[in-house]
């Protein structure tokens, strides 16, 4: 079974840049598009950004796009959520999930970590 890590949250003010980090573990991962999601307090969970695990190719929630870049280093089964002039309102748990089939849904799920973004 394929184990979902991540890190890189932690505390930091509004303009300020974070580096999130999810990294695959276990079985090999076979996947077809990883994401990223969050979900703030008393909020639903709601998605944030996605990168097709062969072609690379990224989608981005409009609350994020020109901020956040998703990235990922094949050979080391790692993605990447870069976070630039960061907002209160993006404080949030965030998780790392995989799609492993096209139309599938997101089936593993990490543990997530916590993000805040002081005013």
């Known amino acids: 079974q394929v184990q979902l890590v991540e890190s890189g949250g932690g505390l930091v003010q509004a303009g300020g840049s974070l580096r999130l980090s999810c990294a695959a573990s276990?079985?090999?991962?076979?996947?077809?598009?990883m994401g990223w999601f969050r979900q703030a307090p008393r909020k639903e969970r709601e998605f944030v950004t996605s990168?097709?695990?062969?072609?690379?190719?990224?989608s981005y929630a409009d609350s994020v796009k020109g901020r956040f870049t998703i990235s990922r280093d094949n050979a080391k089964n790692t993605m990447y959520l870069q976070m630039n002039s960061l907002k209160p309102e993006d404080t949030a748990v965030y998780y790392c999930?995989?799609?492993?089939?096209?139309?599938?849904?997101?089936?593993?799920w990490g543990q997530g970590t916590q993000v805040t973004v002081s005013s």
């Open positions: 276990g079985r090999a991962l076979s996947t077809y598009t």
């Open positions: 990168i097709m695990w062969g072609t690379g190719r990224t």
């Open positions: 999930a995989t799609q492993r089939l096209p139309g599938g849904q997101y089936d593993i």
